[in-house]
């Protein structure tokens, strides 16, 4: 949406890559130079969300197959897009969410082994038009993010092998759009890292104005 007066930063990465505490002090930096900010998350953004987010990450007894998996990431994102963030973007927001189109592509097309041109396409129906107008990521060593990890989930528990394609996957994807994405070293000191992200969302918020 490249006429709407706010726009979407996605934050991305693998396990315990301190994405979601980067997230909340470019939050609080952006509010201090005076622009409408949004924080949301990827599952669980929604009423709906919080339900699929349960069943994701953290019931063991009902785990879905992974093409069942992909359609209920995408569910969770078709609601969120409708009811939080398009009408976020409208509004003149920067919406900052903690994982969008990136993971599913990294996670259930790399990670699952799911066909990615097929993961793509179910994506870019669920987004609605929506694009990132630049994908953090957040990137460190597999066995690192995992020891950093603070809440544990059914993702966390998986192998490290598909732990290392999802990391694969994730750099890919910014190898593939560089002008999309900004890889950013998850292993520098925090302050480092906090000065990098607000380097990259700075320079492509554009045309969106503090309020």
Not at 82 to 93: D, I, K, M, T
Not at 167 to 183: C, M, N
Request: with cysteine.
């Amino acid at each position: 949406m490249p006429d709407a007066p706010g726009c979407l930063i996605a934050f991305e990465g693998p396990e315990g890559a301190g994405k979601s505490t980067q997230l909340q002090l470019a939050a609080e930096e952006l509010r201090r130079k005076g622009y409408a900010v949004e924080v949301t998350s990827e599952p669980g953004g929604t009423a709906l969300g919080q339900s699929l987010r349960r069943l994701l990450l953290h019931d063991e007894e009902r785990k879905p197959a992974a093409l069942a998996e992909l359609f209920l990431m995408l569910a969770d994102r078709a609601q969120h897009v409708h009811e939080v963030l398009l009408p976020a973007v409208a509004r003149g927001a920067i919406v900052l969410s903690d994982r969008f189109s990136g993971s599913t592509l990294a996670y259930q097309g790399y990670g699952r082994g799911l066909d990615l041109i097929a993961v793509s396409a179910a994506d870019s129906l669920a987004r609605q038009g929506l694009e990132p107008r630049v994908s953090i990521l957040f990137d460190l060593p597999v066995d690192v993010g995992l020891q950093r990890a603070q809440r544990p989930d059914r993702f966390h528990r998986e192998e490290i092998a598909f732990h290392q394609r999802v990391r694969r996957g994730f750099l890919a994807l910014a190898a593939a759009e560089p002008g999309r994405w900004r890889v950013i070293d998850a292993t520098l000191p925090r302050r480092v890292v906090h000065e990098e992200v607000m380097r990259a969302i700075l320079e492509s918020v554009g045309s969106v104005k503090p309020a």
